[in-house]
């Protein structure tokens, strides 16, 4: 009786043993082996979560900042093969902490001046022009501090300069001016992170730039971010969203859709002057100072029509209801806009 009291004693220490290593890790399975941690992938030593950690820290700490932009719809239609591109929209950001700034976002029409809005801060006062609204011109006092909300003051000037969430429509500005206790856009699911091959971004102007490419995986599709090796700056992103896809082109298959967002002449911690950061007075002198705007008075809409053929309400990113017809699409070299054209004559070539 005894010999039995010690082996069951014995056997109630091997088990206990075994439950203890099992609480280190996942729990003990009978007659599965362990499988060994893999090490996340690394290029240059770097994960993709070290990667992006360096790209957000160049942008929080810039203490100024450069840049030209512009975004479209890359796409192929399944009837033809050919891959053609919407007309971009262009934007830009300048920006000197701590309140001085210039943002701009410009929209080519295919039948008159681009339409946008622009806002300026000298860090004296704030100017700020929304193209459908001339000649209404926005006067108040700079913020102390630029913020995502102290950039756009107005209402109406926040919808029209910013259609849609910032980190969708100014990605480079909601990482520079993100909160420090937030997370910013790229480290919001950090194990959804990938590191895709290198690759060079080829350039018209400049010598085409080695860049660590970081995929966010998500459940409409992938985000890729294309970032510079030696910078750490961003100089692309490709966004394929089937959800806003389908919202915006119901009726219409894709065999590949993509947002594409491309900023040039990228320039962190430059010198700036005053000047680079006020809006171009308007080319007829016509100007209506105003400290808040107005929005034009608009007639009720009539019910539509069952024969009409409208397209569905503008929606931002793609601000197109559908694509233009294959022999209506534009090339690169095409459909381009210089969103600077409407600011300062004084500001330097950067």
């Given at each position: 009786?005894?010999?039995?009291?010690?082996?069951?004693?014995?056997?109630?220490?091997?088990?206990?043993?075994?439950?203890?290593?099992?609480?280190?890790?996942?729990?003990?399975?009978?007659?599965?082996?362990?499988?060994?941690?893999?090490?996340?992938?690394?290029?240059?030593?770097?994960?993709?979560?070290?990667?992006?950690?360096?790209?957000?820290?160049?942008?929080?700490?810039?203490?100024?900042?450069?840049?030209?932009?512009?975004?479209?719809?890359?796409?192929?239609?399944?009837?033809?093969?050919?891959?053609?591109?919407?007309?971009?929209?262009?934007?830009?950001?300048?920006?000197?902490?701590?309140?001085?700034?210039?943002?701009?976002?410009?929209?080519?029409?295919?039948?008159?001046?681009?339409?946008?809005?622009?806002?300026?801060?000298?860090?004296?006062?704030?100017?700020?022009?929304?193209?459908?609204?001339?000649?209404?011109?926005?006067?108040?006092?700079?913020?102390?501090?630029?913020?995502?909300?102290?950039?756009?003051?107005?209402?109406?000037?926040?919808?029209?300069?910013?259609?849609?969430?910032?980190?969708?429509?100014?990605?480079?500005?909601?990482?520079?001016?993100?909160?420090?206790?937030?997370?910013?856009?790229?480290?919001?699911?950090?194990?959804?992170?990938?590191?895709?091959?290198?690759?060079?971004?080829?350039?018209?102007?400049?010598?085409?730039?080695?860049?660590?490419?970081?995929?966010?995986?998500?459940?409409?599709?992938?985000?890729?971010?294309?970032?510079?090796?030696?910078?750490?700056?961003?100089?692309?992103?490709?966004?394929?969203?089937?959800?806003?896809?389908?919202?915006?082109?119901?009726?219409?298959?894709?065999?590949?859709?993509?947002?594409?967002?491309?900023?040039?002449?990228?320039?962190?911690?430059?010198?700036?002057?005053?000047?680079?950061?006020?809006?171009?007075?308007?080319?007829?002198?016509?100007?209506?100072?105003?400290?808040?705007?107005?929005?034009?008075?608009?007639?009720p809409e009539s019910p539509p029509e069952e024969s009409s053929a409208d397209p569905q309400e503008e929606t931002e990113p793609s601000e197109q209801a559908e694509p233009p017809a294959a022999d209506e699409q534009p090339t690169g070299e095409e459909s381009t806009a210089d969103s600077t054209d409407q600011v300062s004559d004084a500001e330097a070539d950067q």
């Amino acid at each position: 009786m005894r010999k039995l009291g010690t082996l069951l004693a014995c056997s109630c220490l091997v088990l206990l043993a075994v439950l203890c290593i099992g609480c280190e890790g996942e729990p003990a399975q009978p007659g599965k082996k362990a499988e060994p941690t893999s090490e996340p992938e690394r290029q240059d030593g770097m994960t993709a979560v070290e990667i992006m950690q360096k790209m957000v820290a160049v942008y929080r700490e810039a203490d100024s900042y450069l840049d030209n932009a512009e975004y479209a719809e890359h796409f192929i239609l399944p009837e033809d093969g050919v891959k053609r591109q919407t007309p971009p929209t262009t934007f830009a950001v300048r920006l000197q902490r701590p309140n001085r700034f210039l943002i701009t976002r410009l929209r080519t029409m295919m039948d008159g001046p681009p339409q946008g809005a622009l806002v300026g801060s000298d860090g004296t006062t704030l100017e700020a022009v929304v193209t459908q609204l001339e000649p209404q011109r926005l006067r108040v006092d700079a913020p102390e501090v630029a913020t995502l909300k102290t950039v756009a003051p107005d209402p109406v000037l926040r919808e029209a300069l910013f259609p849609g969430p910032i980190p969708d429509v100014f990605p480079q500005l909601a990482l520079l001016l993100s909160e420090e206790e937030q997370a910013p856009w790229p480290l919001e699911a950090p194990r959804a992170l990938v590191l895709l091959p290198p690759k060079k971004l080829d350039s018209s102007s400049k010598e085409a730039a080695e860049c660590y490419r970081v995929q966010l995986r998500t459940d409409q599709g992938p985000q890729v971010c294309w970032i510079h090796k030696e910078t750490f700056v961003l100089l692309r992103i490709e966004i394929a969203n089937k959800k806003m896809q389908k919202h915006l082109y119901p009726n219409q298959e894709f065999t590949e859709f993509t947002w594409q967002f491309n900023f040039y002449d990228v320039a962190i911690d430059v010198e700036t002057t005053k000047e680079m950061f006020r809006l171009a007075p308007a080319e007829d002198g016509q100007e209506e100072i105003v400290e808040a705007f107005r929005e034009p008075e608009t007639q009720p809409e009539s019910p539509p029509e069952e024969s009409s053929a409208d397209p569905q309400e503008e929606t931002e990113p793609s601000e197109q209801a559908e694509p233009p017809a294959a022999d209506e699409q534009p090339t690169g070299e095409e459909s381009t806009a210089d969103s600077t054209d409407q600011v300062s004559d004084a500001e330097a070539d950067q």
